[in-house]
Nanobody
Framework: QVELVESGGGLVEAGGSLTLSCTAS????????MGWFRQAPGKEREFVAAISWSGGRLSYADSVKGRFTISRDNGKNTVYLEMNSLKPEDTAVYYC????????????????WGQGTQVTVSS
């Protein structure tokens, strides 16, 4: 059973920054690839970023490249999403996801999901 808990969401003005955290209750956290997704009102959930078990392989959606940074601390079972230069279109519920690392980043699918944290960017 994998439990993922996101935190760090909130309200921020356009151009501002937020850092999301996701803490996982996984004994073998370092065996998992981790990802961030988001879902805006009325839209489908979309991929944001992913990171391999070691942090050595990263993947980003084109819409966030250069603004968002994914990282992880295996000692703390935590993955982070640093978001800079936020735009109103970044407003969404952000979800953390986990999948056993099979060397493809992002993995073809994620089997475990958190409950999400709301990020709202005002213009």
């Amino acid at each position: 059973q994998v439990e993922l808990v996101e935190s760090g969401g909130g309200l921020v003005e356009a151009g501002g920054s937020l850092t999301l955290s996701c803490t996982a209750s996984i004994r073998t956290f370092s065996s998992y690839a981790m990802g961030w997704f988001r879902q805006a009102p009325g839209k489908e959930r979309e991929f944001v970023a992913a990171i391999s078990w070691s942090g050595g392989r990263l993947s980003y959606a084109d819409s966030v490249k250069g603004r968002f940074t994914i990282s992880r601390d295996n000692g703390k079972n935590t993955v982070y999403l640093e978001m800079n230069s936020l735009k109103p279109e970044d407003t969404a519920v952000y979800y953390c996801a986990a999948e056993l690392d099979i060397a493809t980043i992002p993995p073809p699918g994620f089997s475990s999901w958190g409950q999400g944290t709301q990020v709202t960017v005002s213009s």
